[in-house]
């Protein structure tokens, strides 16, 4: 799955602090997209080190955002996630994946033809569902 160009992120810097399966999935899903891509964390995931993103092993620090248009954070410390939130200005973008209240913004499930797309939202209640849906969209247009 690959996000849709309803936001167009060529150039733009996207940071995502953590470095587990979350921000995995996420650093996965904005490789296509042509964005500037920063993880930054302790540690990595074995895939995080094998993308083609920039890492910093660290814990997080405020100036870690100075750059950013796009935030995700995915780390498991609702401390660290609040301070990201404190931290970033009114102009970035942020997708807190634990708190979906602090979000300015949520993924979709897509599905991308040479002509058209298919982006499926939950507004961030339920991603899975999300996918289900899309899952059965794919199938009948398969048959």
Do not use: W
Not at 33 to 40: E, F
Not at 49 to 78: E, G
Not at 102 to 111: G, P
Request: hydrophobic residues 35%; charged residues 15%.
């Amino acid at each position: 799955m690959s996000y849709p160009v309803l936001l167009q992120l060529t150039d733009k810097n996207v940071t995502i602090i953590g470095g587990g399966k979350i921000a995995t999935r996420k650093a996965r899903g904005l490789l296509t997209t042509g964005a500037n891509i920063t993880v930054v964390a302790p540690t990595f995931t074995e895939e995080l080190h094998q993308m083609s993103v920039h890492r910093i092993q660290a814990n997080y620090q405020a100036q870690h955002l100075s750059k950013a248009f796009l935030i995700f954070c995915c780390t498991n410390d609702s401390q660290v996630n609040a301070q990201i939130i404190q931290d970033a200005s009114p102009q970035q973008l942020i997708n807190d994946c634990t708190d979906k209240s602090r979000s300015d913004f949520f993924n979709m499930a897509t599905l991308q033809q040479e002509d058209h797309l298919i982006a499926i939202s939950t507004n961030g209640n339920n991603p899975t569902r999300a996918k289900e849906i899309l899952q059965k969209i794919r199938q009948s247009a398969d048959n």
